[in-house]
């Protein structure tokens, strides 16, 4: 089984529309981390959280808020999804430290109508 | 001015051939860097870091840092239809800062 998973893998939506995506980890790592991808720019942090009561604020946080229910599992909602929302959405862990090795689950592609 | 600055390719090399892959960047504080490999529909995955300037060597790839011309770059030797893939630098001033990571260049390895 994958380390780092994601759900669900691909998403269309409406303009609006709150949506949840969902990231759970078998690492065991504490530190977890939400990234969006589009082309051109690369991997973007929207927010990170260090553990279940730590959660930062990355480069791109506006229109989202996440939830870190777990060790293992750290959520990101779009509240009003919009058009520009539409991206590749990573979640990736490290552990304590080691941020230079990180851990990447598959991905979770989202269409915003 | 961004940060991270690589070439988005795309870049098609022979199957055998010497890929050369390469980022600058403009924090002169970052002192590990990283290249992510990212197949497609996939999460990305290290392949390799370095701290500070020098070359790393790991079986057919060797990262190398000029710390003094802010510049690294990831060599593949004797290429394979399997290096097709989007290659991702990354830096870091601390192992507990936040990463930078670059765009991004998509390579084709033909067969």
Redesign the interface.
Known sequence: DAD?TQTPRNRITKTGKRIMLECSQTKGHDRMYWYRQDP??????IY?SFDVKDINK?EISDGYSVSRQAQAKFSLSLESAIPNQTALY?C?TSET???????????TRLLVL | QKE?E?D?GPLSVPEGAIVSLNCTYSNSAFQ?F?WYRQYS??????LM?TYSSGNKEDGRFTAQVDKSSKYISLFIRDSQPSDSATY?C?M?RT?????I????TSLSVIP
């Open positions: 780092v051109g720019l690369g991997l973007r942090l990170y990355g990573f990736a430290g080691r941020q230079e090795t990180q851990y990447f689950g598959p991905g | 991270v690589q988005p590990y990283m529909r996939k999460g990305p995955e290290l870091y991702l990354a870091i192992s507990y800062d936040k990463v990571f670059g765009p991004g």
